[in-house]
């Protein structure tokens, strides 16, 4: 049997009781993994007085694969995201999330399956940002009124969004690759390049090249804000959709809600040879410790990182489990149902649930 060395971030706030739901359900399939367990975030600080420690790093850089639960980001001061910063600093380029229904989840349509594959390093999270007020920022204004003739208002504060046609081309790539590879028919370009002719428009420009490489994918384009509502009215529509880094922020959320919310929305940021899993929601600090959370999004990272380690029997067992004890709605939490419903329990029940399912297999 194949054995592997896992980097293991559990997180914060529900994120270590979601964790161990799915290191207990991958251990019950009987893959064999090691799971170097590390920290960072708010954890972090307190005991290396750095948000993402060296160590952490070194973990994932050795064993290439990491299985991570949300971290924590304070809102408007202290230190940027760790999330953000995992995939700066491991080049995780591609950023792919499946949506897809499962039977007896909450949802208003019951045959969405797509998948949104997000430009994971560039665009307004590339991290440059000027604070009102500093010398910086009223120095970037002068240049720009020299350059451009606009005015920018001095008590601004300014985030860059660069977009490169490497990065667009790259992550293009990457989405027709994945098309091809998982039979998929069509890809739908998500852009506002209307607007940011130069940004959107050459990420718009560089997909379409990439595009063209691939005359067995339907191949389209559609603007952000009519894909919102297409999505809200339409979504079996759609596949693949392809997009830049805020926008494939914002409609994994609308996704996310139309298949029955955040707590079944899996995700992987995956570089050359390096991937991170985990869920797309984040550590929901209110419900911390309460043993209430849906932990079906994190085992389904884990199903996506069984996979990509191509263990693929065991990732379907581990999905057909979760997909069956969501069907049943006999053991689930509260986000199928509504609080006090019959058939509503906690994290911990869900999870043994799901691994009686495991084990009939
Ligand atoms: P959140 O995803 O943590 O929670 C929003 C709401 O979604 C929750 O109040 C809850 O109602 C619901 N929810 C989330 N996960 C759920 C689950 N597993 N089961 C059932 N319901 C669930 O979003 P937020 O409140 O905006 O963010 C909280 C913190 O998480 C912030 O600091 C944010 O920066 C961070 N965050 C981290 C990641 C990550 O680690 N990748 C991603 C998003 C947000």
Redesign the pocket.
């Known amino acids: 049997m194949k054995s592997y060395k896992i980097t293991l971030i559990p997180?914060d706030?529900?994120?270590p009781e979601?964790t161990e739901s799915t290191i207990r359900c991958i251990k019950s399939l009987g893959v064999n993994i090691t799971w170097d367990i590390k920290e960072a975030?708010i954890n972090a600080i307190k005991k290396y007085n750095t948000p993402l420690p060296e160590e952490t790093i070194k973990s994932i850089e050795e064993n290439k694969v990491c299985l991570?639960?949300?971290?924590?980001?304070?809102?408007g001061t202290g230190y940027r995201?760790?999330?953000v910063a995992l995939r700066q600093t491991f080049g995780l380029y591609a950023c792919v999330r499946p949506f897809k229904v499962y039977s007896g989840a909450k949802t208003f349509y019951k045959d969405i399956n797509l998948v949104i594959i997000r430009e994971n390093m560039e665009d307004l999270y590339a991290g440059i940002e000027f604070e009102k007020g500093n010398e910086k920022t009223f120095s970037l204004i002068n240049t720009i009124k020299q350059l451009t003739q606009n005015n920018i208002s001095l008590d601004s504060g300014i985030s860059i969004k660069p977009i490169s046609s490497s990065g667009s081309e790259r992550i293009a790539g990457f989405a027709f690759e994945y098309a091809k590879k998982n039979k998929r028919k069509k890809v739908s370009i998500v852009h506002k390049a209307n607007i940011m002719k130069f940004t959107d428009g050459l990420f718009l420009q560089s997909a379409r090249n990439i595009a063209g490489q691939y005359p067995d994918i339907e191949f389209e384009d559609i603007i952000v804000d009519n894909m919102a509502m297409q999505l809200v009215q339409k979504p079996n529509k759609y596949d693949i959709l392809l997009c830049p880094n805020l926008y494939g922020d914002i409609l994994s959320d609308l996704c996310a809600g139309l298949i029955g919310?955040?707590?079944l929305s899996p995700?992987a940021n995956i570089g050359d040879g390096i991937a991170i899993f985990?869920?797309?929601?984040?550590?929901?600090?209110?419900?911390e410790g309460k043993n209430?959370?849906?932990?079906?999004?994190?085992i389904l990272a884990g199903v996506l990182m069984l996979k990509y380690l191509g263990e693929d029997g065991p990732a379907d067992i581990l999905e057909n489990a979760v997909g069956q004890v969501i069907k049943e709605g006999k053991n689930v939490?509260?986000?199928f149902k509504g609080e006090n419903s019959s058939g509503v329990v906690g994290?911990i029940q869900m999870t043994n649930s799901i691994i009686e399912k495991i084990k009939k297999y």
């Open positions: 997180g706030g529900i994120g979601i975030g991570k639960g949300p971290i924590t980001t304070p809102v995201s760790i999330n919310g955040l707590g995700g985990e869920p797309t929601h984040g550590s929901a600090p209110k419900y209430k959370v849906n932990p079906s999004a994190m939490t509260y986000d994290t």
